[in-house]
T-cell receptor, first 115, second 116 residues
Framework: DTEVTQTPKHLVMGMTNKKSLKCEQHMGHRAMYWYKQKAKKPPELMFVYSYEKLSINESVPSRFSPECPNSSLLNLHLHALQPEDSALYLC??????????????FGDGTRLSIL | AQTVTQSQPEMSVQEAETVTLSCTYDTSESDYYLFWYKQPPSRQMILVIRQEAYKQQNATENRFSVNFQKAAKSFSLKISDSQLGDAAMYFCAYRSPTRGYQKVTFGTGTKLQVIP
């Protein structure tokens, strides 16, 4: 069973649409992450939240807007995306960002296609 | 910045045989953590094994073991008695102590095929 749940599993949207990706975990983890993964490529870190505060933004374009409403939930708001933004978006969580040997738990991802 | 290199884009192994996936990394840090993750097709990424840089002993998890050579900055994964379920993309990952260990850098991945 996936302990990190991502919805939707698939999303097709136009470049003018606004949509949101959702990620939820109930493991009590206090660090949550968004990654972008293109086909046959490794995940690339986008954002890190630590204790519901944004701690890392890897120079991601502003058309991606993260939000962490509480310790269990992480959203990624999308607006005016480009075709090159089509990818698998992975959410992950870990107990705390300082628990360096604790692995990240990944969700199944949302496969996003921009028309 | 740290880089992680996996020089084998694809590997294949006969069922029940042993295979070794290579990973090298570049860092000036002395304290860090290394991981191998497995990503089956259309399925979630899961941890295979982890290694603390300060530990000389190589980590093992059942059929999976690593050969960690800190001076050479090498972290290879050995899979013994390969099974069909081992077929997946394998990513080597480096976790840096900078910025509170929040940054994980992944290698380019090795696609492992298991031949019945």
């Amino acid at each position: 069973d996936t302990e990190v749940t991502q919805t939707p599993k698939h999303l097709v949207m136009g470049m003018t649409n606004k949509k949101s990706l959702k990620c939820e975990q109930h493991m009590g983890h206090r660090a949550m992450y968004w990654y972008k993964q293109k086909a046959k490529k490794p995940p690339e870190l986008m954002f890190v939240y630590s204790y519901e505060k944004l701690s890392i933004n890897e120079s991601v374009p502003s058309r991606f807007s993260p939000e962490c409403p509480n310790s269990s939930l992480l959203n990624l708001h999308l607006h005016a995306l480009q075709p090159e933004d089509s990818a698998l978006y992975l959410c992950a969580s870990s107990p705390q960002t300082g628990d360096s040997n604790q692995p990240q738990h990944f969700g199944d991802g949302t496969r996003l296609s921009i028309l | 910045a740290q880089t992680v290199t996996q020089s084998q884009p694809e590997m294949s192994v006969q069922e029940a045989e042993t295979v070794t996936l290579s990973c090298t990394y570049d860092t000036s840090e002395s304290d860090y953590y290394l991981f191998w993750y497995k990503q089956p097709p259309s399925r979630q990424m899961i941890l295979v094994i982890r290694q603390e840089a300060y530990k000389q002993q190589n980590a093992t998890e059942n059929r999976f073991s690593v050969n960690f050579q800190k001076a050479a900055k090498s972290f290879s994964l050995k899979i013994s008695d390969s099974q069909l379920g081992d077929a997946a993309m394998y990513f080597c990952a480096y976790r840096s102590p900078t910025r509170g260990y929040q940054k994980v850098t992944f290698g380019t991945g090795t696609k492992l095929q298991v031949i019945p």
